[in-house]
């Protein structure tokens, strides 16, 4: 298999915190250098979302315009994917970042269930955020939670709400969401295939589960996450010292299976994007 993969690092998050990981980026300056040393390591999409100084998740635009400034002059090229996600704030406040143009942005086209509350997108909020991305020429990255919203994205991309190529995300392993589980895994594969036979798609396992949904992407000819925001551990005992340092456990994975890791112009090519 010679198809370069894409591995996507997701940085920080908003629920890991430093008493869970000192190495969890906090600070937009923290959070540029574990971008560029993740970046080295072979990532050539960043998945961000910003905090304040105590760690509380936000969406504040201020903030992440300064993520974005510093990331595209330490890391040129790079492929910037914006967080949309409900944890950082509500309603339109979600994308208020979006004229901030970035590369790319999470679109969950669905509700369902987290840990312990309800991560609501409802119809509304779910069209206007897919408008904005349209207007300012973001490819949304989707990020399905649940079987039904791998149909609601298709349906979208079928009918130009959600134009281009479709780059679709299974997140595995959230308690109360889609479990990690292969036979579910292979099944959201060939939905996939039979609804939209030419979109791209990768995965992201959670806490335990981050090394397993890495392997089972690379070895199926995917693209695959990894990061802090997902997973603080290199093993049970032992914590990650970096999100550098889970690329290049991803990076083990595609030598493993004789597949390149993707630059970031050969991401940014297979992805249709724009030039850097």
């Given at each position: 298999?010679?198809?370069?993969?894409?591995?996507?690092?997701?940085?920080?998050?908003?629920?890991?915190?430093?008493?869970?990981?000192?190495?969890?980026?906090?600070?937009?300056?923290?959070?540029?250098?574990?971008?560029?040393?993740?970046?080295?390591?072979?990532?050539?999409?960043?998945?961000?979302?910003?905090?304040?100084?105590?760690?509380?998740?936000t969406s504040d635009p201020d903030r992440f315009a300064?993520?974005?400034?510093?990331?595209?002059?330490?890391?040129?090229?790079?492929?910037?994917?914006?967080?949309?996600?409900?944890?950082?704030?509500?309603?339109?406040?979600?994308?208020?970042?979006?004229?901030?143009?970035?590369?790319?942005?999470?679109?969950?086209?669905?509700?369902?269930?987290?840990?312990?509350?309800?991560?609501?997108?409802?119809?509304?909020?779910?069209?206007?955020?897919?408008?904005?991305?349209?207007?300012?020429?973001?490819?949304?990255?989707?990020?399905?939670?649940?079987?039904?919203?791998?149909?609601?994205?298709?349906?979208?991309?079928?009918?130009?709400?959600?134009?281009?190529?479709?780059?679709?995300?299974?997140?595995?392993?959230?308690?109360?969401?889609?479990?990690?589980?292969?036979?579910?895994?292979?099944?959201?594969?060939?939905?996939?295939?039979?609804?939209?036979?030419?979109?791209?798609?990768?995965?992201?396992?959670?806490?335990?589960?981050?090394?397993?949904?890495?392997?089972?992407?690379?070895?199926?000819?995917?693209?695959?996450?990894?990061?802090?925001?997902?997973?603080?551990?290199?093993?049970?005992?032992?914590?990650?010292?970096?999100?550098?340092?889970?690329?290049?456990?991803?990076?083990?994975?595609?030598?493993?299976?004789?597949?390149?890791?993707?630059?970031?112009?050969?991401?940014?090519?297979?992805?249709?994007?724009?030039?850097?």
């Amino acid at each position: 298999m010679t198809k370069p993969c894409i591995i996507c690092v997701a940085i920080t998050g908003s629920v890991p915190q430093k008493s869970d990981n000192p190495a969890v980026p906090i600070t937009i300056a923290e959070q540029v250098e574990s971008t560029h040393e993740a970046f080295e390591a072979g990532a050539s999409i960043m998945h961000a979302h910003v905090r304040l100084e105590d760690g509380t998740p936000t969406s504040d635009p201020d903030r992440f315009a300064r993520l974005v400034e510093g990331v595209r002059k330490h890391c040129p090229g790079m492929i910037i994917q914006l967080s949309t996600g409900g944890r950082s704030g509500a309603g339109q406040a979600r994308g208020g970042m979006l004229p901030l143009r970035p590369d790319m942005a999470s679109l969950s086209v669905g509700s369902n269930n987290f840990p312990t509350r309800v991560y609501e997108n409802p119809p509304d909020l779910v069209e206007w955020l897919a408008s904005e991305m349209r207007r300012y020429d973001i490819k949304p990255e989707i990020e399905a939670f649940d079987l039904s919203h791998i149909h609601k994205a298709t349906e979208m991309n079928r009918d130009g709400r959600i134009p281009g190529r479709l780059y679709i995300q299974f997140v595995m392993g959230v308690k109360n969401a889609m479990p990690c589980d292969k036979d579910v895994f292979d099944y959201y594969i060939k939905t996939v295939q039979r609804l939209a036979p030419d979109a791209d798609w990768c995965g992201a396992g959670i806490g335990r589960h981050q090394l397993e949904v890495n392997e089972w992407c690379i070895a199926a000819g995917g693209h695959t996450r990894t990061g802090l925001e997902d997973n603080v551990k290199l093993d049970r005992d032992t914590l990650a010292p970096s999100n550098a340092a889970l690329v290049r456990r991803a990076a083990a994975l595609c030598e493993k299976y004789e597949r390149p890791v993707a630059t970031w112009v050969q991401a940014r090519d297979m992805l249709g994007l724009r030039p850097a």
